[in-house]
């Protein structure tokens, strides 16, 4: 980073991933190195990982124990089985009669895993980044990291369209592969050749089909990751309040950032909520045949 700490610079920072990639010298994590489209976010990867094994212990943890199915659930377990039972419904209510032992898990799977991700929204902007800094900067003889500051450290995956979009390409295949494999490939295929105009005008049919399905995975992440990015920059202006203005501004700023946390938690809820119905949704749609 600048010596200079400026408003400009330190949005830039805190919205900018720590990327690995590919450059003309070999593999690096330099954020400042010209990388090809084969760089990753380590940041963005790692907090999904970490996140998905919160999921996976904490539903495993609230497992009933051998000997205890018939007692009545409380703590972690009541939590758990809530989410299960409330995932259920909505799956039931859009599939009906239709049986899919996939649907349910992976509803499951991505509201609570979408849910933890955006709840690191809620986490101070400046709390992890620099708290991983310090321990970059005293484990790693790495050039560019001096100072604390100078780690790129991004901890809310939801807030990069990498990880967004690339859970919504992989509901986007599921739908195409059970649309084939309920309807079979006469039948999709179909679906996007003769509506909504008829046999004979395939070629316009299948444009304005491939148009609304290509839409539904890209609008799907982008959805959720527009919200999410939105939410932060809302904290980090914030947080700008508190270290780059008066005490009394300072103050206000920090008021504003309860209002806007409290706030907030709503939004990240129906994120999760909205990806997971959608789920369900286009899943449902691709289960759907004339007879249904």
């Not at 377990?77 to 859009?94: G, L």
């Not at 991700?117 to 001096?146: C, E, Q, R, Y």
């Not at 039948?187 to 148009?211: Q, R």
């Amino acid at each position: 980073m600048a010596s200079e700490l400026t408003t400009d610079s330190y949005i830039n920072h805190h919205l900018t991933n720590l990327k690995c990639g590919k450059t003309d010298a070999g593999w690096t994590c330099d954020p400042y190195a010209e990388m090809g489209f084969w760089s990753f976010h380590v940041d963005s990867l790692l907090w999904s990982v970490i996140l998905g094994c919160v999921f996976l212990f904490v539903f495993k943890k609230a497992t009933p124990k051998k000997g205890s199915e018939n007692l009545a659930p409380k703590g972690l377990q009541n939590f758990a089985e809530m989410c299960i039972e409330f995932v259920e419904d909505n799956v039931q209510s859009m599939f009906g009669s239709i049986k899919n032992t996939l649907v349910a898990p992976l509803a499951l799977t991505v509201f609570v895993w979408i849910l933890l991700m955006n709840l690191m929204d809620l986490v101070p902007v400046d709390f992890i980044p620099v708290l991983a800094g310090h321990i970059a900067a005293a484990i790693t003889d790495v050039s560019w990291i001096k100072e604390p500051d100078d780690l790129y450290f991004k901890v809310v995956p939801t807030t990069d369209p990498n990880i967004t979009l690339g859970m919504a390409f992989a509901v986007f295949i599921l739908t195409i592969y059970y649309s084939i494999t309920v309807k079979g490939i006469k039948a999709f295929a179909a679906e996007l050749t003769l509506h909504p105009f008829g046999k004979y005008l395939i070629p316009v049919n299948f444009v304005l089909e491939m148009v609304n399905f290509i839409a539904k995975p890209i609008s799907l992440g982008l959805r959720l990751f527009g919200n999410l990015y939105a939410g932060e920059m809302i904290f980090i202006l914030i947080a700008l309040m508190l270290f780059f203005s008066s005490i009394w501004v300072g103050v206000l700023g920090f008021a504003l950032h309860l209002i806007w946390a409290l706030f907030h938690v709503l939004i990240v809820a129906l994120q999760a909520f909205i990806f997971m119905a959608l789920t369900i949704a286009y899943l449902a749609m691709a289960h759907e045949t004339e007879e249904h």
